[in-house]
């Protein structure tokens, strides 16, 4: 077999391309809409392209901030926030919540989003949106180099205590449909977003499972 020509990098000493590939390599990856409050009450949500679930019992999210951002700030102060599923019909809403608005703006309005409060937290979650986790901050980490230099950039890690499925999302079965809420993804650049079909699945059995 051919041995493919390999583009090789090292990050430290740039990629030498047009555009770093790491987002489109790493991609697409699920939006962390994250939806705050702060001290005060005034709500804040914003969009976050890493994001990803991290345990199954208690079921554990995060999200990593590059910066501390108003999300953060927030999460920290009051130790939560809710989860929302960006999906197709709500792409442009979601878009328009990552504006950098002035402090105290609210971006559910500035998005024509509907807050509803939470149930076991103070956050509110997107109404239109299909699927929220009320969750419980428990852990900020504060991310290191390999040298152990700290970055600007944090981890935040919350448990799901409350979560909202649209009934239409479930079959006959209870099995949650994914490709039924129309999911979007992130992509590489500044722009790029995918979706997701029933058209490209697959299924694998685990070689453990295969009794």
């Not at 809409?33 to 999210?61: D, E, K, M, T």
Request: charged letters at 20%; glycine letters at 8%; proline letters at 7%.
């Amino acid at each position: 077999m051919n041995q493919p020509e390999y583009h090789y990098y090292e990050p430290s000493q740039g990629h030498g391309l047009a555009h770093d590939p790491l987002n489109s390599i790493i991609a697409p990856r699920p939006i962390g809409w994250i939806a705050s409050v702060n001290p005060q009450g005034q709500r804040n949500l914003a969009p976050y392209s890493f994001f990803n679930c991290f345990n199954y019992h208690p079921p554990i999210i995060g999200f990593c901030s590059v910066g501390w951002k108003d999300s953060v700030a927030n999460i920290n102060a009051t130790g939560e926030f809710v989860w929302n599923l960006a999906t197709r019909p709500l792409a442009q809403a979601m878009n328009e919540s990552s504006a950098s608005l002035a402090a105290g703006e609210d971006e559910f309005g500035f998005s024509g989003l509907t807050p509803v409060r939470g149930t076991r937290v103070a956050a509110h979650r997107v109404a239109e949106s299909p699927v929220n986790f009320e969750c419980r901050l428990s852990q900020i980490i504060r991310l290191l180099d390999a040298e152990g230099m700290q970055l600007e950039s944090w981890l935040v890690l919350g448990e799901v205590v409350a979560v909202h499925i649209d009934k239409a999302l479930i079959d006959e079965h209870g099995v949650y449909q994914t490709t039924a809420a129309q999911p979007i993804l992130r992509g590489g650049g500044p722009s790029a977003y995918y979706g997701i079909s029933e058209q490209q699945r697959f299924d694998l059995i685990r070689p453990d499972d295969r009794k």
